[in-house]
């Protein structure tokens, strides 16, 4: 008996407390793995609603800026009109009816409104009554800076659209300077089209949650420095808006966790940032979710596995009395593969041999390693299926490219034709909107900048379309005059867009030039054509309408300029001077393009384009390019 007895505790020392370690490490090892894909659904759930909310949001973006184009052209145009046809001088400016102009020039009363601002911040005449006699110096320090630069530089500003924080309904802002430089008209206009999207948008968002199992609710919130619901009326505490307000300043996801006695409450914190956006460049997702079942899985787990582990050590106890060899092969093969598995080989077995108690050990392991290696096959078929579309769509891209590529004239035709010359072409995606386009005929070589509605997919679409009008005219209807040209593509454009069924609003803005030795004809839809001559610019205005459809449509005009020998001729995009950047994140402008112009006059055509190419490039800095950029130099020669 005491050699039995020593020969079983040496037993229980050398195989029996090791092979109960390992238990215990397999236990742990499915504990924590149980514990991982548990933490994995809550990211992925995570990032699904990141992605989904993402994309709604990207939506409402692209949906507003295909509004926003045609209320831009009808806040300037209406601006240029009280500038320029109404307050030509100041004597009126401050006791015209405003709300009788604002009838005549098509505004609408109840939802844009005209303010005139004295050069010290006072509001003397407005279509609202109630905001007379105000001063808009008390808006802050930005908006004085902001008034004071429209007068200095007798500018017009128009702004993106912005959220008013007391009424959280999207609004845009323009400022001109009055003729004389003493008054700034300040236009507001609140979009029915464009909240009506936001807030179909919201509702959308709001309806996420509800199919999702275990979620309680879900709020959304944006503005890092005085969050609020974005997608429903919900007043927050000082505690939640700092817990917010922490989120948004440490960019990362957070969860906080609160038990009561029978429930355990999950509350998820879910950051996201997002680029190319100045309404929502970054939310926060306030998750509450019931994280009881997958509290009691765990602690179910962890117990079953204890109670498995425990009914095994018993069975090893006896069956170390009876036959120790027949006991310990198996325990090493389990010990072996738990280890294994723990090391991430999830396709290790072990056979399921010996009597009833290690066979239903070894069909515990096997079906706990077979769960484990089923997840991860999951999630790298998942993972596969992103990486394909991913990859269709960029190979579909990068095509389109190569079609767009195809109807750009070769630069070295353009250098043939016009041997002092430069085209500067960056497109903002892989695809553009903005093209350059060239034709020669047998008197005239005529080039033109064009700018089509969107940029990427969108815009490139648009653009073949405008491109293909533009050859037709010259080619097929025989036309070499510039405003006879546009006034065709117009026509051509229109009618293929009528064909659709849905309301087609895009289309082109674009300068055009013909060269006839030293005559140049000009004609363009929105962008001008700048004529540099012994050091001083002349900006030849083009026709305030676009390629497409329009309210007031009337024929383009035709410009003659008699050239001289050293002129220089730029015709060129919006994308130039709407780009981003700076110490403070302005738009580059007109007057900065237009001194960057001048400065440069002593340069060849190709160090020009090299040095307008490098003052974006630093103007921009790390921030992204928000329009396709497209810039033509052209020198007459002697």
Not at 284 to 290: C, F, N
Request: glycine share 6%; aromatic share 8%; proline share 3%.
């Amino acid at each position: 008996m005491n050699k039995s007895g020593t020969l079983f505790k040496r037993l229980i020392w050398s195989v029996a407390i090791p092979e109960f370690i390992i238990f215990l490490i397999v236990g742990w090892v499915s504990y924590g793995e149980i514990k991982r894909v548990l933490n994995e659904k809550n990211q992925q759930q995570s990032e699904a609603l990141r992605s989904e909310i993402s994309g709604l949001l990207d939506f409402q973006n692209f949906s507003i800026g295909m509004i926003e184009g045609k209320l831009n052209n009808r806040i300037e145009l209406a601006s240029w009109e009280l500038r320029e046809l109404y307050f030509s001088t100041s004597d009126s400016i401050e006791t015209a009816n405003l709300k009788s102009i604002a009838a005549l020039i098509g505004m609408d009363t109840l939802t844009e409104s005209i303010e005139v601002i004295r050069e010290d911040g006072n509001i003397i005449n407005s279509t609202d009554d109630s905001a007379i006699g105000k001063n808009a110096f008390e808006q802050g320090d930005d908006i004085k800076k902001y008034i004071k630069n429209v007068l200095a530089n007798n500018d017009f500003v128009l702004e993106d659209f912005s959220i008013n924080l007391g009424n959280r309904k999207l609004e845009k802002w323009s400022y001109q300077s009055s003729v004389d430089q003493n008054y700034v008209i300040r236009l507001n206009v609140v979009s029915k089209e464009v909240n009506a999207l936001s807030e179909a948008v919201k509702k959308i968002i709001s309806e996420i949650s509800k199919n999702r199992e275990e979620v309680l609710s879900m709020d959304i919130f944006v503005n890092p420095s005085f969050p609020y619901s974005f997608a429903s009326d919900l007043e927050l505490t000082e505690g939640e808006a700092s817990m917010i307000r922490s989120i948004f300043l440490q960019k990362k996801d957070s969860l906080i966790t609160e038990s009561t006695d029978e429930r355990e409450i999950g509350t998820f914190y879910v950051y996201s940032e997002r680029e190319g956006s100045t309404l929502t460049n970054s939310f926060v997702v306030r998750l509450r979710k019931d994280l009881t079942l997958q509290k009691d899985l765990l602690r179910n787990n962890l117990i079953r596995k204890i109670g498995l582990f425990a009914f095994g050590l018993l069975v090893l106890f006896v069956i170390l009395l009876i036959n120790t060899n027949f006991i310990t092969r198996p325990i090493k093969l389990v010990s072996s593969a738990a280890l294994s598995v723990g090391s991430g080989h999830l396709s290790k077995r072990v056979p399921e041999m010996g009597n009833k108690e290690l066979m239903v050990l070894a069909k515990s392991f096997n079906k706990m390693a077979s769960d484990l290696e089923s997840s991860d096959r999951k999630i790298r078929r998942q993972k596969a299926k992103i990486e394909e579309a991913h990859k269709e769509i960029k190979s579909s891209i990068t095509y389109a490219r190569r079609i767009q590529s195809a109807i750009l004239p070769p630069l070295k035709l353009v250098e043939q034709h016009l041997p002092d010359s430069f085209v500067l072409y960056k497109p903002k995606d892989i695809i553009a909107g903005d093209f350059y386009w060239l034709e020669v005929t047998e008197n005239d070589v005529l080039i033109a900048a064009a700018d089509c509605t969107g940029h990427g997919v969108p815009g490139a679409m648009v653009s073949v379309v405008c491109n293909n009008a533009l050859n037709r005219s010259v080619r097929e209807f025989g036309l070499t005059d510039p405003g006879l040209i546009l006034d065709k593509t117009r026509e051509m454009v229109i009618e293929e867009f009528e064909k659709s069924e849905e309301d087609v609003m895009d289309g082109m803005d674009v300068a055009l030039c013909a060269f006839s030795g030293y005559r140049l004809r000009y004609a363009g839809a929105h962008n001008p054509l700048w004529l540099v001559r012994n050091g001083e610019l002349t900006e030849i205005r083009a026709s305030k309408q676009p390629i497409g459809v329009y309210h007031n449509i009337t024929p383009f005009q035709t410009h003659h300029i008699d050239l001289l020998p050293g002129d220089s001729i730029y015709i060129f995009s919006d994308g130039f001077a709407d780009q981003f950047g700076g110490d403070r994140g302005k738009k580059f402008m007109s007057a900065r393009f237009k001194k960057l112009i001048v400065s440069i006059q002593s340069e060849s055509m190709p160090r020009q384009k090299e040095l307008l190419n490098k003052a974006i490039k630093e103007w921009k800095g790390r921030r992204d390019q928000v329009d396709d950029i497209c810039v033509i130099g052209v020198r007459v020669g002697h």
